[in-house]
């Protein structure tokens, strides 16, 4: 496969899985304001979730501002709009590539995010119904990806940008649930929420049957290697995606990048040995730093980035 057709399904992925992730959150929190969270702070969420540019920063007054400059501003680069922007160009230039059902997925996923009626929604009227009706697409998408595309050379650079973006992703969520709680009365309702927003709830009422508490939530988003949306999961999915590619890669290039997830996953273990609720400090910029380092070398040895 070409470096540029494998850069480009790799990046499609990760921006699909980035609006996913924020699909999610913002659903998920908005219901939050609506029902425990009364005094919800929505400028933190627009600030955590929104550009680093000065020039795209914005205050916002309510809740439909937010949504507003989250979802569907088309100036604001980390938008969910130009997020699936990007996402239809990136398909577009491998389209011989990927099947014709999942380019008509992502094409319909970029049509309703256009309809006036989900502008309407969300300024006007109810954003959950918009939020419900975009998730679902993102959904279609990942289903008509398993269906209908082959096992080849680009399913997997497919998983390995979607596994490293929901790593991210996770690391991004969980700093911003804590900047959330330095005001909090009751720590225990932002837990509960951000398992809803990494669809975790269910799982953790399951697994850990004690009453919720930081410790295991922190546990299962981070550590527990049966939960889809954690970061020991996703590596080992990595990982295991990653060593298809062995057969086509130069093998000082693969032991490289297969070096460093190795690395990422024992360091996880090892946090893991040693958890408590305050690794966490330690772990987010440690990890992110480590995911930032192996994304530059990927894209250097695979994407052929100078």
Known sequence: MLSRVADSVFWMARYLERTDNLLRLLRTDYIASQDELLDYNWQLLADSFGSDRPEQKIKVGNYRQALHHLLLSRPHECSVFTNIVRVRENARSVQDYITKELWQALNDYYHHILEPRTEDLIMNNDPVTALDFLLRDSIIFYGTLDVTMNRGEGYTFLNL?????????????????????????????????????????????????????????????????????SISYS?????????????????????????????????????????????????????????????ARLAMVYFGYS
């Open 161 to 229: 940008g979607k596994y490293m973006e929901r790593c991210l992703q996770n690391l991004e969520i969980v700093e911003f649930k804590r900047k959330q709680m330095v005001k909090a009365e009751v720590e225990t309702v932002h837990w509960k929420y951000l398992l809803y927003a990494l669809s975790g709830y269910e799982f953790h009422t399951k697994y850990y049957k004690n009453a919720l508490n930081a410790k295991e939530v922190i546990h299962q988003v981070l550590f527990n290697t049966q939960f889809p949306h």
């Open 235 to 295: 590596l080992e999915q990595m990982l295991r995606y990653f060593q298809r590619l062995a057969d086509f890669s130069q093998l000082q290039h693969f032991q490289e990048i297969e070096g460093l997830l190795q690395k990422l996953i024992q360091s996880m273990n090892t946090y893991q040995q040693e958890y408590n609720i305050s690794v966490i400090e330690k772990l987010i910029p440690d990890i992110r730093q480590q995911f930032n380092h192996l994304n």
